[in-house]
């Protein structure tokens, strides 16, 4: 089975730019979460989505991040302007639609640099 | 969702078994004890959870408190594989769909 795929791996953007990052989830799996690890800290939630749908984007920045999931499949991240602060590992999971227990299946990650 | 407390980092050597403890005395009836671990450069990833009982899998061992306010999370022969951070979370069964909430973990050190 295919795990989640995240790309880039890696970015180094100035600050007030824009960037996107993208995840594809596991075949099959309606819950898509995107989490902020910031370095020595362990991963924040940042939104949540069930299919199409946002579930939860309460501690989503809304003035500079925006989170898409159109065809309730892949999904696309985007922080306009970066600031300093944003530097982090994005990470993406998934997790089945009826799953009392909640496992979520991580991509890889990818390392944003705000210089 | 109540709150865990693990040590800060652990140390072991290679092929000795390792004991990682998680205190969450203000455990629900309802909630389910998580672990998750994280390698380096890598996304977490799914250890084991239990809700009362001892649980086993490939990877650990999880052993509950009979009060369930404690926890320890069991490698059996650690390997330098298993160098990572790892993650006690409780996790409501009224809240399975929700994400998850990592505390800062502890942080594995394997010595060959």
């Known amino acids: 089975e295919a795990g989640v795929a995240q790309s880039p791996r890696y970015k180094i953007i100035e600050k007030r730019q824009s960037v996107a990052f993208w995840c594809n989830p596991i075949s099959g799996h309606a819950t898509l979460y995107w989490y902020q690890q910031i370095l020595g800290q362990g991963p924040k939630l940042l939104i949540q989505f069930q299919n199409n749908g946002v579930v939860d984007d309460s501690q989503l920045p809304k003035d500079r991040f925006s989170a898409e999931r159109l065809k309730g499949v892949d999904s696309t991240l985007k922080i306009q302007p970066a600031k300093l602060e944003d530097s982090a590992v994005y990470l993406c999971?998934?997790?089945?639609?009826?799953?009392?227990?909640?496992?979520?299946?991580f991509g890889p990650g990818t390392r944003l640099t705000v210089l | 969702d109540a709150k865990t407390t693990q040590p800060n980092s652990m140390e072991s050597n290679e092929e000795e078994p390792v004991h990682l403890p998680c205190n969450h005395s203000?455990?629900?009836?309802?909630?389910?004890i998580h672990w998750y671990r994280q390698l380096p450069s890598q996304g977490p990833e799914y250890v084991i959870h239990?809700?009362?009982s001892n649980v086993n899998n490939r990877m650990a061992s999880l052993a509950i408190a009979e009060d369930r306010k404690s926890s320890t999370l069991i490698l059996h022969r650690a390997t330098l594989r298993d160098a990572a951070v790892y993650y006690c979370?409780?996790?409501?069964?009224?809240?399975?769909?929700?994400?998850?909430?990592f505390g800062k973990g502890t942080t594995l050190s394997v010595s060959s």
């Open positions: 203000t455990i629900s009836g309802t909630d389910y």
């Open positions: 239990g809700l009362t």
């Open positions: 999971a998934s997790s089945p639609m009826v799953s009392s227990y909640n496992e979520q299946f």
């Open positions: 979370i409780l996790r409501d069964l009224d809240q399975a769909g929700t994400a998850l909430i």
